[in-house]
Nanobody, 118 residues
Framework: QVQLVESGGGLVQPGGSLRLSCAAS????????MGWYRQTPGKEREMVAR??????????IYADSVKGRFNISRDNAQRTVYLQMNSLTPEDTAVYYC?????????WGQGTQVTVSS
């Protein structure tokens, strides 16, 4: 069982930035595809960004709504994936979840709240 712990959420003003972190317990972290998802009340959880087992550009995918503003990265030595969020808008307000996948196994973190408001 992979344990994922997110941190870094909070309240930020429009135009501001936040950096989310997700620390994994799995020693084979480098073999997992990692992703950030978000969910607001009454809506389905949506993919924000995903990074494959390598850090090559081709292994990184962003939702259209965050392209150019968000950046996903990973540090395999620290077993951590990051989401740098810039130019935040109220529409980015959501609970953000970290996800780890390998083969058919999927693991989720508990989520961290991000609120963008003046």
């Amino acid at each position: 069982q992979v344990q994922l712990v997110e941190s870094g959420g909070g309240l930020v003003q429009p135009g501001g930035s936040l950096r989310l972190s997700c620390a994994a317990s799995e020693s084979l972290f480098s073999l997992y595809t990692m992703g950030w998802y978000r969910q607001t009340p009454g809506k389905e959880r949506e993919m924000v960004a995903r990074i494959g087992v390598t850090t090559r550009t081709a292994s990184i995918i962003y939702a259209d709504s965050v392209k150019g503003r968000f950046n996903i990265s990973r540090d395999n030595a620290q077993r951590t994936v990051y989401l740098q969020m810039n130019s935040l808008t109220p529409e980015d307000t959501a609970v953000y979840y970290c996800r780890a996948t390998i083969a058919s196994s999927v693991y989720w973190g508990q989520g961290t709240q991000v609120t963008v408001s003046s």
